[in-house]
């Protein structure tokens, strides 16, 4: 088996995020190896960031008991506007980071062939590719986590759009003079259904006195915002009416959302990822399907599937690996 394994060309996905880098070595068939996480650490600077992103690829490699070498190429998604041919993070502000030149920088530091896309777009070739079995012709994913974003297949490919930034469905607008959004406009998707924006909802309802379980969730000098989705679930669980109310809200959101998308691309699959989704798809799938259903316009949503996805954290680093697989074929 050793033996086998050491003639394989193997690819490694990365999941580069504010908070933590995740890197996955896969088979060329996909499958996963090993893994790795490391906390970014963005405050430290971009050199050290990509510092820290090339010792998480060492380190799933060596977890698996495989040398550099026989990395083929390196797939990474990265948060914010990326330009995939020149290989620079143009903007992320969650890192800190204006055009960073990424790929230029890894490779010199690993050399080994780097790919580099939006997080949301890896995340939609990974369940496209992957969970799908790349049977969709037009395929859509929708991300609900602290931000919103999304992926678009279109024809079987990765959709980017004139300036390679098509998907930023979060921030379509869903409410005019709603709230507002860290893109800087008023009642966003994001504004609305994000993590972000449903404790935001429930902090203002709990200042107003209203009551529910997770204000006894808290441990010493935590804050409403320091909970976590599961947190969420564990109140809807417990049958607590705020949550039950607010998640509803985002649900439906996202639902009207979906409506909006199937009107205009008519996808044949919808895919919903992302923190939010995965702990919350019980509770919330319903209502999304139902109310998306509902918004349509009739007729244009026959037949058309909408599922939660099952990858949940796994996401980021297959669809990475599918970028890399990508590249390097072309
Ligand atoms: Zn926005």
Redesign the pocket.
């Known amino acids: 088996m050793a033996e086998a394994s050491s003639k394989q060309d193997l690819i490694v996905g990365v999941d580069l995020g504010g908070t933590k880098v995740l890197a996955g070595v896969f088979s060329p068939q996909l499958k996963r190896l090993s893994s790795a996480k490391l906390t970014t650490k963005a405050e430290r600077g971009y050199t050290a960031v990509v510092e820290r992103i090339a010792r998480c690829v060492r380190d799933a490699v060596d977890e698996a008991d495989f040398s550099l070498k026989q990395v083929r190429a390196i797939g990474i998604g990265a948060p914010g506007a990326i330009n995939p041919e020149s290989g620079e993070v143009i903007f992320a502000p969650n890192l800190r980071w204006k055009d960073a030149p990424l790929k230029k920088d890894l490779e010199k530091m690993l050399d080994v062939p780097v790919f580099i896309e939006n997080d949301c777009n890896v995340c939609a070739l990974g369940v496209h590719a992957v969970e799908l079995g790349g049977r969709p012709r037009h395929m859509l994913g929708i991300f609900v986590g602290t931000g919103i974003g999304g992926g678009l297949i279109i024809n079987g490919e990765l959709y980017g759009g004139f300036n390679r930034t098509a998907g930023e469905i979060?921030?379509m607008v869903l409410e005019v003079g709603g709230p507002k959004?860290?893109?800087g406009?008023r009642g966003?998707f994001?504004?609305l259904a994000s993590r972000t924006a449903i404790f935001r909802r429930l902090t203002e309802a709990v200042k107003e006195g209203q009551k529910t379980v997770l204000t006894e969730m808290l441990g010493p000098g935590q804050e409403l915002t320091d909970l976590k989705s599961g947190d969420l679930r564990k109140a809807m669980r417990k049958g607590d009416k705020l949550v039950g109310k607010v998640i509803e809200d985002a649900a439906e959101y996202t639902g009207i959302a979906v409506a909006n998308l199937i009107n205009i691309l008519n996808p044949e699959v919808i895919v919903l990822g992302g923190g939010v989704l995965d702990a919350l798809a019980d509770e919330m799938m319903a209502i999304i399907i139902g109310t998306a259903r509902d918004y349509a316009m009739a007729g244009t949503d026959k037949g058309i599937e909408i599922i939660a996805s099952k990858l949940g954290d796994e996401a980021g680093i297959t669809g990475s690996a599918v970028l890399a697989r990508r590249g390097m074929k072309s």
Do not use: I, M, Q
Request: proline letters at 0%.
């Open positions: 979060g921030h959004c860290g893109c406009n966003c994001e504004a």
